[in-house]
């Protein structure tokens, strides 16, 4: 997501915002960084950088390489990572934290499978690049067509790596992103990731998926638009039920936004009474953690939906798409399913988002009489369908 911005450029705005919430990250600033606003260090010699592939007897990534001409390490990674070590001091993990090699390749107590990507097999091929509590890896094994390694996060929370990511840039993204989410809340990157969300979300509208990729990568940042958007298009791409990525709206800023009330909420409750794969924790829990207006509206819909057996997507707010939608209820009460379908997809062009957290008309998909005809092939096709004008704001 930050691929506009070169390594000095992020470094330089990671540097600012870190010294300004040095206290939140416990980073020791000296006055040297104060007056400079760079925490980084002098870049890398490269007599340093050949001595390291010398000593791992490869050539190190170029993504790693480009950022060592800008600094030799780095201060301030996520929580429990500590620093980034300088290029002196980066090794296979064996050597540079016997330890830590020690507890993970002797742990009895696990099954490592033997040819896995985890474990002891990791630990025999991994470059450790950070010091602390938590690891941060390089995974030689796994090269990228364009010589990049890829990295993970080793934690001292739970045995096994996490994190993965496809290059050193993209692993040092994560720890920056989990430091604006967390610490640099008024850090410009929010309002960058916003544009990208708001791009993204128009080429959808479109039926432009290309940008879909981008509401997955802005949560991480902690883009409260994004953790909307991406249930709704997990619905029609059907990577999952749509509780785990709903439950966690309660606490989100936009969960009694219209949108969320009228479409994307009854999700949780249709979930929720699935008779063959019933998810009643997803719902009891946002019934607990969310707003009142929320509360109450899911607690009415359970109602509803134990009395009716289902519930009814309500499109009233867009009359010429709701007629459709009842046209094509009718036609699937007469088991003319594709007929049904073509319908919907004719109207599409006429719906309307409720809000700018509004994707897509959701409630086809958990429909009690739509819902059933709502294949993942025809959720897709209506995913890449262009539908809806300009959002409302």
């Known amino acids: 997501m930050l691929g506009h911005l070169s390594w000095s450029d992020l470094l330089r705005r990671w540097s600012g915002e870190a010294i300004t919430h040095a206290d939140a990250t416990g980073l020791a600033v000296t006055p040297q960084m104060r007056a400079s606003g760079w925490i980084g260090t002098p870049p890398a010699l490269a007599t340093e950088i050949a001595a390291a592939q010398e000593r791992l007897e490869r050539a190190l990534p170029r993504s790693y390489r480009d950022f060592l001409t800008v600094s030799n390490g780095w201060p301030a990674l996520s929580h429990g990572f500590e620093q980034l070590r300088p290029v002196t001091s980066i090794g296979w993990v064996a050597d540079v934290d016997p330890g830590l090699y020690s507890a993970v390749c002797a742990n009895l107590d696990y099954d490592w499978p033997l040819d896995g990507d985890d474990g002891p097999p990791l630990m025999n091929r991994a470059v450790l690049l950070s010091t602390g509590a938590d690891n941060f890896l390089f995974d030689t094994k796994k090269v990228e067509s364009d010589g990049e390694w890829g990295t993970a996060c080793w934690a001292s929370r739970y045995p096994g790596a996490g994190d993965r990511r496809a290059s050193f840039r993209d ?190 008309p959701v409630g086809l998909a958990w429909d009690h009489v739509l819902g059933r005809i709502m294949t993942r092939e025809r959720r897709e096709r209506l995913q890449s369908s262009s539908h809806a004008g300009v959002p409302v704001g």
């Open 171 to 360: 692993g040092m993204e994560a720890h920056y992103a989990s430091f604006v989410r967390l610490i640099a809340t008024e850090s410009a990157t929010h309002g960058e990731i916003a544009t990208q969300v708001e791009d993204a979300y128009q080429l959808a509208l479109r039926g432009d998926r290309s940008g879909e990729a981008v509401f997955t990568a802005a949560r991480a940042y902690g883009c409260p638009r994004a953790d909307v958007l991406l249930p709704q298009v997990q619905v029609f791409t059907g990577q999952h039920l749509a509780v785990n990525g709903v439950v966690a709206l309660a606490g989100n800023k936009h969960a009694t936004d219209p949108a969320l009330l009228a479409d994307v909420w009854p999700m949780l409750v249709v979930a929720a009474f699935n008779v063959h794969q019933p998810q009643r924790w997803g719902l009891d829990q946002a019934i607990a953690t969310a707003p009142g207006p929320v509360a109450e509206r899911l607690r009415s819909l359970a109602d509803q939906y134990q009395r009716d057996g289902g519930l009814t997507a309500d499109f009233g707010y867009v009359p010429l798409f709701d007629r459709a939608v009842e046209n094509a209820r009718s036609l699937t009460r007469a088991g003319r399913d594709a007929e049904a379908f073509e319908t919907i997809c004719v109207a599409l062009q006429s719906w309307r988002p409720l809000s700018s957290t509004h994707l897509a």
